[in-house]
């Protein structure tokens, strides 16, 4: 690989190490610290298909000494995406937040309000668009038989491209059949610039480019769960996410058996973005947006798939683009 791709491991931070292994089996190489014996207990096999439990998240911060390294389940609103707030020491939901995308896919605009983009299946769509910064989404899905106007899919994000200066970053999740769903198991894939990323499998572990600015891709979770970072221009959480069984029934998905529908949960941070951002979820940051979607329903759509679509998850030739790869901010 590359010098300038080159990936290592942060040390752990002294004060945690020594007050981890007072702990019972404390495993310095894997920074999982003590262990509950359902820590991992995600999952159970249930009529044939896998069932999801609450996952359980800690506080990591040793600086919020009241709630270090306890443990809690994510909320019945998110069990499978929950972050832990040491300040107020509870676990809040990822997709609950400004700057979500998540689901089918239900977003939380820059504005604070929230709305559905459907997009088509198999298209990619520009999520952010500004001088120096793209990103598109490719979506995938299922055909909604139901739908009033046949052309509204039942829609995920797969994967994210993004593009800042003349640089390439990509994560998207493997491509897996979601009913033999085991979440110990990293289903992500990460590249810059062409070049496939490793990650070490510890939590905590960072991979960092000699870019201009530099990325930053940091393990959030032992498996399925990044935080990447361009420098000074914006910060992403992923999660890899199945959708079950049950959430097909429930929703009507008619998800089949053999069917691979692994997407990624998102969390968007911008910043120094400026006033002509574009895109899905970029025009919600403008301090003149005013939301299209219609507001006062159960599920505000927000339409204008031609503006948004792509020819490719690369390219940047969606109408609304801003894109220049010399802009220098």
């Not at 999520?127 to 120096?132: A, E, G, I, K």
């Not at 038989?145 to 493997?174: C, E, M, Y």
């Not at 429930?250 to 053999?258: A, F, M, R, T, W």
């Amino acid at each position: 690989m590359p010098e300038q791709y080159k990936s290592f491991v942060h040390e752990i931070p002294k004060d945690i190490v020594m007050h981890l292994q007072n702990e019972r089996e404390f495993n310095p190489d894997t920074i999982k610290g003590p262990r509950d014996e359902d820590d991992d207990d995600h999952t159970k096999e249930v009529e044939g298909f896998e069932k999801l439990y609450p996952r359980k998240v800690r506080c990591r911060l040793s600086f919020y000494p009241k709630c270090y390294y306890v443990s809690l389940p994510c909320p019945p609103q998110c069990p499978q995406s929950c972050l832990m707030d040491c300040t107020l020491c509870k676990p809040i939901c990822q997709c609950n937040r400004p700057g979500a995308v998540c689901q089918d896919p239900r977003f939380i605009g820059g504005d604070g309000i929230t709305f559905y983009f459907h997009g088509r299946k198999d298209k990619d769509f520009c999520l952010v668009t500004d001088s120096n910064l793209h990103i598109n989404a490719h979506f995938i899905g299922k055909h909604n038989p139901t739908s009033a106007s046949k052309r509204r899919d039942f829609t995920w994000v797969q994967s994210l491209a993004i593009l800042f200066n003349n640089h390439k970053l990509f994560i998207g999740a493997k491509k897996i059949n979601t009913t033999l769903w085991d979440d110990t198991i990293d289903q992500l894939e990460l590249y810059f610039n062409e070049h496939s990323i490793t990650l070490n499998s510890n939590e905590g572990a960072v991979w960092e480019s000699m870019s201009d600015p530099r990325v930053f891709i940091t393990r959030t979770r032992v498996s399925n769960g990044v935080k990447l970072e361009v420098e000074g221009k914006v910060e992403i959480l992923a999660l890899v996410v199945p959708v079950t069984q049950e959430e097909s029934k429930v929703h009507k998905y008619n998800v089949g058996k053999d069917e691979s529908l692994a997407h990624l949960d998102l969390g968007f941070k911008l910043y120094g973005v400026s006033e002509k951002v574009d895109g899905v979820l970029g025009r919600t940051y403008r301090k003149d947006y005013k939301s299209r979607a219609k507001m006062g329903v159960a599920m505000p759509v927000l339409g204008g798939d031609r503006e948004f679509v792509s020819s490719g998850l690369f390219s940047t030739d969606c109408l609304v683009s801003q894109f220049n790869a010399t802009a220098t901010s």
